[in-house]
């Protein structure tokens, strides 16, 4: 492994990191770039699923009493079926197609929010949008590791305090992304040279994790808000431009 692909490893697991511990999601959107530009593929996408979980583990553990044990299987319910019907077509469904409408969608909730002059402030709960929040939610995460995309744009619907929001993302991606290690695993994806390629990364990905969960832990409630708003429309333009990237370059 050379120095400049080391280099490109650590930038990604600090960026990741970071984004990680301020959010409670967007290890993939942040660290990927720098993570494809240095290894193969599937070698990004599991390393992407592996510091998730890394990154996840400090973000949970710094709102662990906020969690709401009944509100989280309302989304996790769902999202175990969609995991296993998107795990089911993995081999027929267009992942490159389906990561441009989520960035579509990204780009539009994100910008339409963060040029609106009031933020949204959802007081009733709507089960059912939750539920199909949660299918979607495990769907993409077995097919592109997008979990959070979509649970993040409709919790910050929700006028909910920040530890609240942060409460249900983190378990939510954590349990998801879990699962997918584990199918990663059961079919012989993790070997010996992944490993090698976490060990580099993990220490700079906790080293970012944490001093994202610093700064979480000093923004406000609304600050919460607009910034998960905010992260939603930059990870809508990042995802778009990666896979207009990959598709040029492919042809």
Same mark, same amino acid.
């Given at each position: 492994m050379s120095v400049d692909v080391v280099w490109l490893i650590i930038a990604g697991a600090l960026a990741g990191g970071f984004v990680n511990g301020l959010a409670g999601f967007g290890t993939g959107l942040f660290a990927l770039g720098w993570w494809l530009a240095a290894l193969p593929p599937? +070698? %990004?996408?599991?390393?992407?699923?592996?510091?998730?979980? #890394? =990154? =996840?583990?400090?973000?949970?553990? %710094? !709102?662990?009493?906020? #969690? +709401?044990?009944?509100?989280?299987?309302?989304?996790?319910?769902?999202?175990? !079926?969609? /995991?296993? @019907? =998107?795990? %089911?077509?993995? +081999? *027929?469904?267009? %992942?490159?197609?389906?990561?441009?409408? @989520?960035?579509?969608?990204?780009? /539009?909730?994100? =910008?339409?929010? *963060?040029?609106?002059?009031? /933020?949204? *402030? /959802?007081?009733?709960?709507y089960p059912v949008i939750d539920g199909w929040a949660g299918f979607v939610g495990g769907l993409l995460g077995v097919i592109s590791g997008l979990s959070g995309a979509v649970l993040t744009m409709w919790c910050s619907l929700y006028d909910w305090p920040k530890d609240e929001r942060r409460a249900l993302i983190q378990p939510f991606n954590m349990i998801v992304l879990g699962s997918v290690f584990a199918l990663m695993a059961w079919r012989g994806l993790i070997d010996a040279h992944i490993w090698f390629i976490a060990a580099v990364a993990f220490p700079f990905s906790v080293m970012g994790t944490q001093i994202g969960i610093f700064v979480f832990r000093r923004l406000t409630d609304r600050g919460f808000q607009q910034l998960l708003i905010w992260l939603i429309l930059v990870s809508g333009f990042m995802l778009a431009g990666r896979e207009l990237t990959a598709k040029i370059l492919t042809g």
């Open positions: 599937l +070698d %990004a996408v599991i390393t992407v699923v592996i510091m998730s979980l #890394v =990154g =996840g583990l400090q973000g949970l553990y %710094a !709102v662990r009493k906020a #969690v +709401d044990l009944p509100q989280l299987a309302r989304f996790i319910l769902p999202a175990l !079926v969609g /995991l296993g @019907v =998107g795990y %089911a077509f993995l +081999d *027929t469904i267009n %992942a490159a197609i389906l990561k441009f409408l @989520v960035a579509f969608m990204l780009i /539009l909730y994100g =910008g339409y929010f *963060t040029f609106s002059r009031k /933020l949204p *402030t /959802l007081h009733k709960r």
